[in-house]
Structures are given as C-alpha cells and as structure tokens.
C-alpha cells in the first residue's frame, strides 16, 4: 500500500514537471535518490517501512506544489513557453483542411447538374477557378482576374493563417506572458505572430504581463488565442497572413473585409430551386419536346427564352437566399456590432459572395456559422 | 506587496543559507540538507521540496554546479560553489549583514530586542 503510494508520488510528479523529457529524468532520479536515502534513514532510526515511507512522503511536500516550483526554475530559465505538440497529427490536420479548403469550390459545382440547354449559352468557366458555371449567378460573378495576383497573394496569406488557427493540437502554457504567446504563435503560424506593442500600451498592457495557462489538448490554436487574450482584454487581427495581437479599439478601428464564397451553401439548394421550384422552366421544356413541328429558330428563341428566365428566376432565388444569409449573420452574430444596429461592421454581397467587413474574430464566428450552414443544407 | 517582500527575503535568506553551507564542501542533497540543520542546530529545516527547485535555480544562475556521481552505490549528484556563487555569497552575506543591523537598529530604539551578540551563523 505505501510502497505503492512512494511509486505513485514519483510517478505523479514525474508527470507533472512541465519539462524536456531529459531533464524530467534527471529530476525524477535525483528526488528518487533523496526519498531512498531519506527511507534508510527513517528505518535505521527504527520506523517501519510503511511509517518510514510515510514520513519521507509528508516531509517531501505534495508533489503538485513541488512540480509548479521546478517548472517555474525552468520557466526563468527558458523566459518562454513550453508546449509538447504532436507535430505529425498538426501537420496532418492541417494538410487535410488545405486539401479540404482548394476543393470545395469545384465541389459545389460538381453538385449542380446543369441541363445541357442552359449550359449552351454559357460554356464550362474552366479559366478561372472562381468563376461559376451556374447559369443563373453567372451574371453577377465578380470579374477578379485583373488585381488577382496581389489580392490572391495577400488574401491566400490571411486564408492560410485562418485555416492555421484552426488546427487542433496538444500544446501546453506555463504561467506564460503575452511575449511567451506570441512567440509560441510565431512558431506555429507559418506567416509569424506580432505584438502591437503601441496600442498594447496604449491599453495600459505590457507585453511581459499576462499569467497564461492552457493545458487542453483538444482545442484549436484560434479557441485557445482568444480564451487566452480574453483573460487580458486583447484581441487580434490578421494582415498580410500575420496576426498581430492588439487592442480590441485597434481592432475596431481596422476592420477585416473578407469575401465568403457562398456558393457551396447553395450549391445544394440550387438544385432543389431548379428541379422542384422552377415551373416555368419545367413548362416550357416539355413544350419544345412536344412540339415536333415547330421550327429551328423558332426552337431556338424558345430556348433563349427559357434561359433567360431560368436565370432570373435563378438569380431572384439566390438573392433572396444572400439577403436571407446576410439576416441570419447579423442577427445571430455579434448583433451589436453591425451598422444596421448601430455599429461599424458592414456586410454586402455581389454575386453570389458575401462581402463582409469586420473584426477577425467576429469573421471567424461567421466562418463557423457558414460552415455549420453548409454541413447540414441548413437553407 | 508586503507578502511578496516577505517571500523575496525568505527566498534570498534561503539562497544564502544553501550557499553558504555549500561553500564548505561540495554536497549532494541528502547531505546538504543535513548539514544545514546540523549547523543551524536543527533550527533551520528546508525541506526537500523547497530545497532541490532552489538548488536548480541556483545552478541555473551559474552560483553551482552539479556532476553526477557514479563512483558509489548509489547515484548521487552532487554540488559545488562556483566561482560566481562564491562571490555572490560574499556580497550577499555582507548585505544580510547589513539588513540584520539595520532591522536590529531600529529594534533596539523602541527596546523591543536588547542588543545580544550574534549568534553563530
């Protein structure tokens, strides 16, 4: 029983220094040696075992409070974070939601099966990979190829870190300040991690204060970021793919504009509009297959007319699912901080994007609710 | 704050005394635990869980070294004053010195501690 309770204590102790592996050891061995000798000692001056053990234990200390004092001789030491981070499993993670994240456009359109009639007047957009071949939001796609490289440039940047902050991994913080974090991000992040130290200040925070402590293994850098900035009242914003921890004034004062391409959360709804929710369409169809007599062009002017009804009636349909979407994020996501109610974040559309203006963590709750959106059809 | 200048002094009493009964002859431990309360007359106990971080720390400061010592039964590392720890034991000693005069100054004008020669330290 109480020799289980010696090997418990190491064990636990053991488990509980937030060390490099090595160094863990060496502590281990070396409290390991005191407690035996200690032991010796106990038992030659007449204890029992069990006694002996106990009493070696109880002047040790519990080993939660001895743990915390090692690991904060190490914290001087290093002056920075400790994290153990399964490294394989991020960079896995991370390569799937890359993966995930290049395909999805193609895969809202793969979803729609488009009648050749409509597709004729408007060929497969292969050129552009953000080009829809939607007929009924071609119309209204935004002509992004002339500023592409340097938006693409930055916007992939700002795309990449937000994926980034939503790997999961095993990390730990120790007692750790906002420098300690923000190098821990510089090294997770593939386009860095900075301080505004002037509007930090600004503030009235200093960038080695902050008594940070995370130790969850489940959670995303992003969840962690904010809990973490919370406890310090800061926040964060991205620019050029860096994410620059700051002021939350300064965050409000420089708004994000990100452009969510809706059209995987319509992708499926499109489909529903065209095979249930399009009479005319359906109507006319069945017209020109009946009318054997009728004549090329008048089979042709048939046609164009049922195209250009069919993407008005497309169109008017993803308007109002755009308007609909657009109600839902500002009802649903930080209310108060929209201009219709009175604050400074915008949202618009054009085509069949949404073109949204507000802070990074707002962006990123938007982000969920899309996504949540779109895994369950949910309009 | 008066806690946190309580703790800085404790920690630097502490430094001091682990220093100081380390300048007499390298240590491990065990043993330096019990030389401290053999010299101290059993007055002072540190306890192993206070004692091995402050050894740590101390190292890590450069003030000692460490080996681990093969040669015996038992594994042991042991510990040595370096040439900086020496130093730093000098001065600090000369402080406390200086402190416990001074506390003992003022002590003495309200006559609440009659001056007695001081004890072995």
């Given amino acids: ?379 | 704050m008066a806690d946190q200048i309580e703790s800085e002094l404790l920690r630097g009493s502490m430094d001091l005394m682990v220093l100081s009964v380390l300048a007499q002859s390298p240590k491990y431990g065990y043993l330096l635990q019990k030389a401290l309360s053999d010299n101290s007359q059993q007055q002072i106990k540190l306890s192993a869980g206070t004692m091995y971080p402050l050894l740590h720390r101390l190292e890590e400061a450069g003030l000692v070294s460490s080996r681990w010592d093969e040669s015996t039964r038992r594994r042991r590392k042991w510990y040595e004053l370096t040439a900086k720890g020496r130093k730093k034991l000098i001065k600090q000693a000369e402080l406390w010195q200086q402190y416990a005069n001074c506390i003992n100054r003022l002590l003495t004008e309200i006559k609440l501690v009659i001056p007695t020669p001081a004890t072995q330290g």
């Fill in chain 1, 1 to 379: 029983m109480s020799e289980r309770e010696f090997e418990h204590y190491l064990t636990l102790l053991g488990s509980m220094l937030r060390l490099r592996p090595e160094q863990r050891a060496e502590i281990a061995e070396e409290l390991q040696q005191h407690l035996d000798e200690r032991l010796q000692d106990l038992q030659a001056a007449g204890l029992s075992r069990e006694d002996a053990i106990q009493q070696a234990l109880a002047e040790f200390g519990d080993a939660a409070g001895l743990a915390a004092q090692f690991s904060s001789v190490s914290r001087r030491r290093y002056r920075r974070w400790m994290m153990r981070a399964a490294t394989a499993s991020v960079t896995s993670a991370f390569m799937v939601l890359v993966l995930f994240v290049s395909f999805w456009p193609t895969g809202g359109r793969i979803e729609l099966a488009l009648p050749t009639t409509a597709q004729d007047t408007n060929p497969p957009a292969s050129e552009s990979p953000v080009e829809s071949a939607d007929p009924f939001t071609t119309e209204a796609d935004l002509p992004t190829t002339k500023t592409k490289s340097t938006v693409t440039s930055r916007e992939a940047k700002n795309a990449d870190t937000r994926v980034q902050l939503e790997t999961e991994s095993a990390f730990e913080l120790s007692d750790a300040s906002l420098s300690d974090l923000s190098l821990m991000l510089a090294e997770r992040l593939q386009h860095g991690c900075l301080l505004d130290y002037r509007r930090m200040e600004e503030e009235g925070v200093d960038r080695e204060s902050g008594n940070l402590n995370w130790n969850l293994t489940n959670a995303s850098l992003g969840t962690m970021l904010e809990t973490l900035l919370d406890e310090v009242q800061l926040t964060y914003q991205i620019r050029d793919g860096i994410l620059v921890i700051t002021s939350q004034s300064a965050a409000d004062d420089d708004l994000s504009l990100v452009i969510y391409d809706a059209e995987v959360l319509f992708s499926s709804a499109v489909v529903v509009v065209r095979n249930e929710a399009n009479p005319v369409e359906e109507m006319l169809l069945q017209l020109v297959q009946q009318s054997s007599d009728l004549g090329k062009i008048e089979l042709d002017s048939l046609q164009a007319s049922i195209d250009r009804l069919s993407e008005k009636f497309g169109s008017q349909q993803a308007r109002m699912r755009f308007n609909q979407v657009a109600d839902l994020i500002e009802t649903q996501v930080d209310p108060n901080s929209w201009e219709v109610n009175g604050g400074v974040a915008s949202i618009s559309s054009v085509g069949n994007r949404l073109i949204v203006r507000q802070t990074e963590r707002t962006h990123r709750k938007i982000r969920k609710l899309l996504d949540d959106l779109a895994a369950t059809n949910g309009l």
